[in-house]
Nanobody, 125 residues
């Protein structure tokens, strides 16, 4: 079982930037696709960004394309989400997740078996 711990959340003004990090322990995630999801108050959890197990492909939800960048460092067992041009509607708890299976690049929420505890991102207007 892998443990995931997110960090880097906080309060930022609209137009600002934040960088979220996710550190994995317990087993390597270097062979797992990784994703970032978020859940705003009163809303369902939604996909934000994903990165293939090799790091060669990235995927983004339409509403964050061009503003967010996902990356990974397999040597350090970490995944990051650089968020820029933040908007109040980006306010949510952000979760890091690891795919259930090695070498499978799919990004539906049900495909992810390990989740972090979440980190709060609040964007003020």
């Amino acid at each position: 079982q892998v443990q995931l711990v997110e960090s880097g959340g906080g309060l930022v003004q609209a137009g600002g930037s934040l960088r979220l990090s996710c550190a994995a322990s317990g087993r390597t995630v270097s062979r797992c696709a990784m994703g970032w999801f978020r859940q705003a108050p009163g809303k369902e959890r939604e996909f934000v960004a994903g990165i293939s197990w090799s790091g060669g492909r990235t995927y983004y939800a339409d509403h964050v394309k061009g503003r967010f960048t996902i990356s990974r460092d397999n040597a350090k067992n970490t995944v990051s989400l650089q968020m820029s041009s933040l908007k109040p509607e980006d306010t949510a708890v952000y979760y890091c997740a690891a795919h259930k299976y090695y070498y499978v690049d799919s990004f539906a929420e049900a495909d992810f078996g390990s989740w972090g505890q979440g980190t709060q991102v609040t964007v003020s207007s």
